[in-house]
C-alpha cells in the first residue's frame, strides 16, 4: 500500500489543445500489467482537445461545467456533471468545454501494448466543428 505524491498541474501543449486546458494526474500504472490512467482535466471556456482516438477507448465523468463531445459524423453532444461517456477503440473525437463555461472531467483509459500508441493526435477541430 502507498500515498502516491501530489504531482504537478501541467498545462496541456498547443499541438493537441485549442485554448487552455490544465491536467492532474489522478492514478497511472505501478506494476507490470497494469495499464489504467485516470486524470482531472481541466478546460477554460471554449477550450477543447484536437480530433485525437484511443487505442482501448475512453470515459470521460464530467464533475462541473458542461461538456462538448464531438464525433466525425458531426453530431456534438452535451454531457453534464455526474454523466460519463464512453469512446470506443480507434473512435475518432474530441471533448471541451462551452464557450461560455469552464469544464472539468475525469479521463480513464487504459494504456496500449506500445504506451506511444494509446493516444492518436490529429489535426485541430475547426470552429465550425466546435459550434456543431
Given at each position: 500500500?502507498?500515498?502516491d505524491?501530489?504531482?504537478a ?5 498547443p ?13 497511472v ?23 485525437h ?11 462541473q461545467?458542461?461538456a462538448?463531445v ?21 473512435e475518432?473525437?474530441w ?5 461560455d ?15 506511444a ?16
Amino acid at each position: 500500500m502507498q500515498i502516491d505524491p501530489t504531482p504537478a498541474t501541467v498545462k496541456n501543449p498547443p499541438e493537441q489543445f485549442t485554448g487552455d486546458v490544465w491536467v492532474d494526474m489522478v492514478a497511472v500504472p505501478h506494476a507490470e500489467g497494469q495499464r489504467m490512467s485516470v486524470a482531472t482535466v481541466r478546460f477554460a471556456p471554449g477550450a477543447r482537445t484536437a480530433w485525437h482516438s484511443h487505442a482501448r477507448g475512453q470515459y470521460l465523468r464530467v464533475t462541473q461545467g458542461v461538456a462538448l463531445v464531438g464525433g466525425r459524423d458531426g453530431t456534438v453532444h452535451e454531457v453534464r456533471p455526474g454523466q460519463t461517456l464512453y469512446t470506443a477503440p480507434g473512435e475518432e473525437h474530441w471533448h471541451g468545454a462551452t464557450p461560455d463555461c469552464w469544464m472539468e472531467h475525469l479521463a480513464m483509459l487504459e494504456s496500449a501494448d506500445d504506451p506511444a500508441t494509446t493516444t492518436t493526435w490529429l489535426e485541430h477541430v475547426t470552429d465550425e466543428e466546435y459550434r456543431g
